[in-house]
């Protein structure tokens, strides 16, 4: 399993753009499939974005769909969230993750290693 820190979350007014960011370590970062998700106050963790081993192959949320983009650098072994127009409904714990399953997938149980989540609150 990979380590993973996460970053860059803070409070935000409605409409402002952010950037969390994921280090890893501990791990052959270009072999891994790297998500983000999130889990609200009082809701369950769901599925933000998803990026392919060489970032040709996106996955997004319809509620994040034109508004986050997901990227990665190999050779930094980071994996970014790019957070525009944000809304309250954004707020929750954003959490990075890896797995070395061969597709693309959405599911929580695929991911094996997690990080410990970073927080972004969005103002109205």
């Known amino acids: 399993q990979m380590q993973l820190v996460e970053s860059g979350g803070g409070l935000v007014p409605a409409g402002d753009s952010l950037r969390l960011s994921c280090a890893a370590s501990g791990g052959t970062f270009s072999t891994y499939i790297m998500g983000w998700f999130r889990q609200a106050p009082g809701k369950e963790r769901e599925f933000v974005a998803a990026i392919t081993r060489r970032g040709f192959v996106l996955d997004y949320a319809e509620s994040v769909k034109g508004r986050f983009a997901i990227s990665r650098d190999n050779s930094k072994d980071t994996v970014d969230l790019h957070m525009n127009s944000v809304e309250p409904a954004d707020t929750a714990i954003y959490y990075c993750?890896?797995?070395?399953?061969?597709?693309?997938?959405?599911?929580?149980?695929?991911?094996?290693?997690w990080g410990q989540g970073t927080h972004v609150t969005v103002s109205s």
């Open positions: 993750a890896a797995t070395r399953r061969e597709k693309l997938t959405r599911r929580i149980s695929d991911y094996d290693s």
